[in-house]
């Protein structure tokens, strides 16, 4: 009887953890593997559960380099913070392939299960709002749906007070040079930033010499890169609810497919989409 490759008695693979740590104790895969706890006997929620949750694990690493650059960032150490950023794009095409498994949920599937989930919806995400405020969607009123958790909340409300990663990016213009309009630079970080004439002229100054400020400019496609993105998963997200229960309002009270499209109209970067008419 022939052997597989992975036999692990050909490859002399260690295989005894009766008392050391092995692949299932340094992942926590029991406690991983034993959280997913559908409401119904439907088989279709399984499918429902694994990939919100897969999401959520995706956005804890988005979090985590979204972070670590815009540290960087304020600390005008853009090397690291490039990296950084290209690995977000690159975990937001998984979120985006992530919708492609979920529209094989059909009207029927869902309906077959919906009224298990109660109240509970996206919307609550609190790692996709700490996200939405890291890059410059603001608003006090995303705040509610966390009140009830003090550590949530708290969290919540320090991204919500402090500059975005926009607002760091506007600074750093500052502290190298150029001549940002002072409102920009000691804003009511609260509140989402509207695009202003001299940052505008600051990035048209960087496009039209990008040999002078290559660091700057691979900052601001690193940006372009990390919104189109975005986008794309936003309007993924769209699309697949329009599929899944149409204009129906979502589990959670909102407008459902009328709220995500009023979500693509905003612009996270504004000037840095302005800048390219102009050159």
């Known amino acids: 009887m022939s052997?597989?490759?992975?036999?692990?008695?050909?490859?002399?693979?260690?295989?005894?953890?009766?008392?050391?740590?092995?692949?299932?104790?340094?992942?926590?895969?029991?406690?991983?593997?034993?959280?997913?706890?559908?409401?119904?006997?439907?088989?279709?929620?399984?499918?429902?559960?694994?990939?919100h949750q897969a999401t959520e694990l995706w956005m804890k690493l988005t979090l985590h380099e979204m972070g670590a650059a815009m540290?960087?960032?304020?600390?005008?150490?853009?090397?690291?913070?490039?990296?950084?950023?290209?690995?977000v794009t690159r975990i937001q095409s998984q979120l985006?392939?992530?919708?492609?498994?979920?529209?094989?949920?059909?009207?029927?599937?869902?309906?077959?299960?919906?009224?298990?989930?109660?109240?509970?919806?996206?919307?609550?995400?609190?790692?996709?709002?700490?996200?939405?405020?890291?890059?410059?969607?603001k608003n006090?009123?995303?705040?509610?749906?966390?009140?009830?958790?003090?550590?949530?909340?708290?969290l919540l409300t320090h991204a919500l007070q402090n500059p975005c990663l926009y607002d760091l990016v506007i600074i750093l213009l500052g502290k190298r040079g150029f001549e940002i309009d002072p409102e920009c630079l000691a804003r009511d970080w609260s509140e989402t930033y509207a695009a202003n004439p001299?940052?505008?002229?600051?990035?048209?100054?960087?496009?039209?010499?990008?040999?002078?400020?290559w660091d700057l400019y691979q900052l601001a496609e690193d940006l372009i890169d990390l919104e189109d993105w975005f986008q794309q998963w936003r309007f993924r997200h769209l699309t697949t609810v329009e599929r899944i229960i149409g204009n129906k309002r979502g589990t959670g009270g909102t407008l459902g497919v009328d709220y995500l499209k009023r979500a693509l109209d905003g612009r996270f970067f504004p000037e840095l989409w302005q800048v390219r008419t102009g050159l």
């Open 3 to 51: 052997q597989s490759p992975d036999d692990s008695t050909d490859t002399g693979a260690h295989t005894d953890f009766s008392s050391e740590m092995g692949y299932g104790d340094y992942l926590g895969l029991d406690q991983i593997l034993s959280a997913q706890h559908p409401r119904s006997d439907h088989h279709d929620e399984m499918l429902f559960i694994v990939i």
């Open 71 to 87: 540290a960087c960032i304020a600390a005008d150490n853009l090397a690291p913070a490039s990296k950084m950023l290209a690995r």
């Open 96 to 137: 985006i392939q992530s919708w492609d498994v979920l529209s094989t949920l059909t009207p029927a599937d869902y309906l077959a299960f919906r009224d298990v989930l109660g109240h509970a919806s996206g919307f609550q995400s609190h790692q996709y709002r700490l996200l939405e405020f890291l890059l410059g969607n």
């Open 140 to 154: 006090a009123a995303m705040l509610k749906p966390h009140a009830h958790d003090e550590k949530t909340h708290g």
């Open 198 to 213: 001299s940052v505008l002229a600051a990035w048209t100054t960087v496009y039209a010499d990008t040999q002078t400020y």
